[in-house]
């Protein structure tokens, strides 16, 4: 993959293509100055650091970063709606969040400097997937308080390409738009990239404009990249994000990255811990840990963010010398534990859409009715009749998880759909009517 870099210029040669020693004199320089203004600040993440015996930033070092307090989404919900604000209020320009509990989302400030970081990152990834100054950026992303429509924005613009602010739904304007503006690049969550296809398909619609996609806000999978391609005729890219950090454009996959997605880490420092809290190595499975070198207006010092990666370093001779991570292989906090074995949703995503035979639509049901006895139904619509997908399904899940499925094949148009948002693949069925029509009572 390496030879594809020759078409893939770095936007940014001083920041994505420097020497790695470099970049890490870079990055201790900026976790010291974070550690002063969080002392500074005050509040939850200052106390933390005092009694850590932490008094300055000269006290710290990356060598040791693993030594440090963490923080968790928790913490900010406990001090909702402010958040763990560092800056004056003057100096927040917007705010964004994400889903939380009790209706609560997750709030952070923004200043004018995080906004043009984003911006960077951002340009930085579309990038990566081919996108120049002559580019029309179809963006699909949802627009308003959530990150993704508006941090592809900000991207754009900074590279110079025109961006199409569409947002989510509507998806026969969407449809139109490709056809009569052809644009080259196409940004929006993987289940609507999907969504877009087939209706494309449906409407008859062959070959388009379109060169590459990024595409991010849930996990997905290999086999699903392999279908949007399919669908599409674009080359699929994974992007990373979350709202804490900065939004989308934390991490994201280039066309010269091996299937890895490249961590803007002069902005945002990367750890991979196990359950212990320890770092673990390169190509070990760990919970991703994020520290915002650069950031404002919420700077948080190793955010443990739930989502689950391998990272390692970067393509050997490839121009792009940033740390990698892998796709998500899922989440702490998703990770089923059923008859003593852990599973993550995105293992069962691999075996169903590895089949030709299954849909891209497909729902895991955790059915706890009895708890001394669960069990994992799946059910998936298949693209052609066939008898035997059920037991062919049953024998992959079981040879991959190690514990059998109940597996369901139902009827084109089981499985609901969504034009907005995020895809619900996973539910867990405690009492009451099945989840979907199909899985019996």
């Known amino acids: ?44 993440q200052a106390r933390r650091l005092v009694d850590a015996g932490v008094r300055a930033g000269a006290d710290v070092s990356l060598d040791d970063i693993h030594r440090l307090p963490t923080v968790t989404k928790r913490d900010l919900w406990d001090h909702y709606p402010e958040g763990l604000r560092a800056a004056p209020v003057e100096d927040v320009v917007c705010v964004h969040g994400s889903s939380g509990t009790g209706g609560r989302p997750t709030l952070v400030p923004y200043t004018a400097a995080d906004v043009d970081v984003w911006a960077q990152v951002m340009a930085r990834a579309l990038g990566g997937a081919g996108a120049t100054r002559r580019s029309l950026v179809h963006n699909a992303y949802g627009y308003g308080l959530f990150t993704g429509g508006l941090g592809v924005h900000h991207g754009g613009m900074r590279l110079g390409a025109t961006v199409l602010p569409l947002s989510g739904g509507m998806t026969d304007r969407q449809v139109r738009m490709i056809v009569d503006l052809k644009p080259d690049i196409l940004t929006c969550t993987p289940s609507y990239a999907i969504f877009l296809g087939e209706a494309m398909a ?32 674009l080359r699929a890219l994974d992007i990373y994000g979350l709202s804490e950090i900065i939004g989308p454009g934390v991490a994201a996959e280039s066309l010269d990255s091996d299937g890895m997605l490249n961590v803007a880490e002069d902005h945002f420092f990367v750890e991979a811990v196990g359950a212990d809290g320890r770092p673990v190595p390169d190509g070990t499975p760990g919970e991703l840990v994020f520290t915002t070198l650069t950031k404002t207006g919420m700077p948080l010092l190793r955010y443990r963010s739930g989502d689950v990666a391998t990272l390692a370093g970067p393509v050997p001779g490839a121009p792009r010398t940033l740390r990698r991570m892998s796709k998500l292989l899922g989440r702490t906090d998703d990770m089923l534990v059923v008859r003593g074995v852990n599973v993550f949703p995105t293992e069962i ?47 992959a899940l079981r040879e991959r998880l190690g514990i059998t499925c109940v597996v369901h094949v139902l009827a084109a148009g089981s499985v609901p759909r969504t034009e907005v948002g995020k895809a619900k693949r996973f539910v867990r069925w405690s009492e009451g009517p099945p989840p979907l029509a199909g899985l019996g009572g």
């Open 349 to 395: 995503e691999a075996v169903l859409l590895a089949d030709d035979r299954v849909s891209p639509h497909y729902l895991v049901v955790e059915d706890r009715r009895d708890p001394a006895r669960p069990e994992l139904r799946v059910a998936v619509e298949q693209t052609a009749g066939d008898a035997s997908l059920a037991a062919d399904l049953d024998v």
């Open 202 to 233: 449906a409407a008859g619609i062959g070959p388009t404009s379109l060169r590459a996609g990024l595409f991010g806000a849930e996990p997905w999978t290999n086999e699903m990249r392999a279908q949007i391609e399919r669908l599409l005729g």
């Open 1 to 44: 993959m390496v030879a594809d870099a020759l078409v893939v210029p770095l936007v940014e040669p001083d920041a994505e293509g420097t020497d790695p020693a470099r970049r890490r004199e870079l990055q201790e320089q900026r976790l010291r100055g974070l550690v002063d203004r969080l002392l500074a600040a005050g509040g939850l």
